[in-house]
Every structure is written in structure tokens, then in C-alpha cells.
């Protein structure tokens, strides 16, 4: 089991990321740290598309790559950008609870009748659900954030990853504690 861990004062944050970017976005967000100032970002957050959220972060402080479930498996050259280019060492992958992307398959049928109402024909709906779903679909968003994390490590042996889970309720990150 992962677990979420609150993260509310400096103590709290795992001495792997102390006094890093990992652990300044920490302490921007949910420990109103005073926003420094940045001509190179040093960070990459992936995060989910979902709209209920927003980060509390300075200017200039990070590349934020925002898809469904925060799943950067099909945005790998974004994310070699960043790295090679943009000269980031560190990834926050942030996760969230109540997650679209989660159990797909029970919203297939609002889906397909949106794209309808927007237009499209229904066989060419059901189509594209059955052909993208899979691959979108994240099962558990905490899970997913921690193997996603690890298939990051692995592929950018420089870089740090760390898996964080931003909860709608409170609009707070969270370290999730690997297991
Ligand atoms: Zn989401």
C-alpha cells in the first residue's frame, strides 16, 4: 500500500528532497514560503489536466506538463526536452484523488453521447473510447504515480522523481510514501 503523507512544515518533507526543487514546491505551496525569484526553471511537474486544480509556485520555477492522470508515457519527448534543453533535475509527478482517468469504462457511455451532442457520429464515438481508453486509463492514481515515477527514474538515471498526490478537498500536495 502507498500512503499519503501530509507534508506541513520543513521536517516533514523526506531529507531526499530537502532543499531541493522537489522540496521547494512543497514549500511554496503548502507552507507559503516566500516565492523566490528564478531565471531557469529547475523543476518539471506532471500533472493532471483536471481543472480543480492550481499550484502555488514563482515564476520561471518549472516546466508543468499537464495531461489525463498525469501520465507522461506519451509525452516522453516533452519531458527529454525539458531535461536535455531546459536543464531540469527534478520531476514532481503529482497525482489526484478523484481522477477521471480512473475506471474509464464506467463513464463510456457519457463520453460517446458528449461527442454526439459535439457532433460526431456514434460508431466513430465508440470507436475512438474503445481505441483510447485503454491507454488512458491510470487504475489506481496513487499506484499509477508511484510506477510512473519508478519508469521515470529508470529512464533518466540524473534526474530526481518524486510521487506526490494533490487532494481535491484541502487543495494540498502530499508525499506518497513509496512501498
Ligand atoms: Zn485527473
Same mark, same amino acid.
Given at each position: 500500500?502507498?500512503?499519503?503523507?501530509a507534508?506541513?512544515?520543513?521536517?516533514?518533507?523526506?531529507?531526499?528532497?530537502q532543499?531541493?526543487?522537489?522540496?521547494?514546491l512543497?514549500?511554496?505551496h503548502?507552507?507559503?514560503?516566500?516565492?523566490?525569484g528564478?531565471?531557469?526553471a529547475?523543476?518539471?511537474?506532471?500533472?493532471?489536466?483536471d481543472?480543480?486544480?492550481?499550484?502555488?509556485?514563482?515564476?520561471?520555477?518549472?516546466?508543468?506538463?499537464?495531461?489525463?492522470?498525469?501520465?507522461?508515457?506519451?509525452?516522453?519527448?516533452?519531458v527529454?526536452?525539458?531535461?536535455?534543453?531546459?536543464?531540469?533535475?527534478a520531476?514532481?509527478?503529482?497525482?489526484?484523488?478523484?481522477?477521471?482517468?480512473?475506471?474509464?469504462?464506467?463513464?463510456?457511455?457519457? @463520453?460517446?453521447?458528449?461527442?454526439?451532442?459535439?457532433?460526431?457520429?456514434?460508431?466513430?464515438?465508440?470507436?475512438? @473510447?474503445?481505441? @483510447?481508453?485503454?491507454? @488512458?486509463?491510470?487504475?489506481?492514481?496513487?499506484?499509477?504515480?508511484?510506477?510512473?515515477?519508478?519508469?521515470?527514474?529508470?529512464?533518466?538515471?540524473?534526474?530526481?522523481?518524486?510521487?506526490?498526490?494533490?487532494?481535491?478537498?484541502?487543495?494540498?500536495?502530499?508525499?506518497?510514501?513509496?512501498?
Amino acid at each position: 500500500m502507498n500512503h499519503a503523507i501530509a507534508m506541513d512544515t520543513r521536517a516533514d518533507i523526506p531529507t531526499d528532497y530537502q532543499d531541493t526543487p522537489i522540496g521547494r514546491l512543497l514549500e511554496y505551496h503548502n507552507m507559503a514560503r516566500a516565492l523566490d525569484g528564478y531565471t531557469q526553471a529547475p523543476l518539471l511537474i506532471g500533472m493532471c489536466m483536471d481543472h480543480r486544480k492550481n499550484l502555488r509556485i514563482p515564476e520561471n520555477f518549472a516546466y508543468i506538463i499537464r495531461t489525463g492522470g498525469a501520465n507522461l508515457r506519451y509525452s516522453e519527448f516533452k519531458v527529454s526536452y525539458a531535461i536535455a534543453v531546459g536543464g531540469v533535475r527534478a520531476i514532481a509527478l503529482i497525482g489526484h484523488n478523484q481522477c477521471g482517468m480512473v475506471n474509464l469504462i464506467a463513464r463510456q457511455a457519457l @463520453f460517446v453521447q458528449g461527442l454526439v451532442d459535439a457532433g460526431w457520429a456514434r460508431e466513430t464515438a465508440e470507436r475512438h @473510447f474503445h481505441h @483510447f481508453a485503454p491507454m @488512458f486509463e491510470i487504475g489506481d492514481e496513487m499506484d499509477f504515480v508511484v510506477s510512473e515515477t519508478k519508469r521515470l527514474r529508470l529512464r533518466y538515471p540524473k534526474v530526481i522523481a518524486a510521487p506526490l498526490l494533490y487532494r481535491i478537498e484541502d487543495n494540498r500536495l502530499y508525499w506518497i510514501q513509496e512501498t
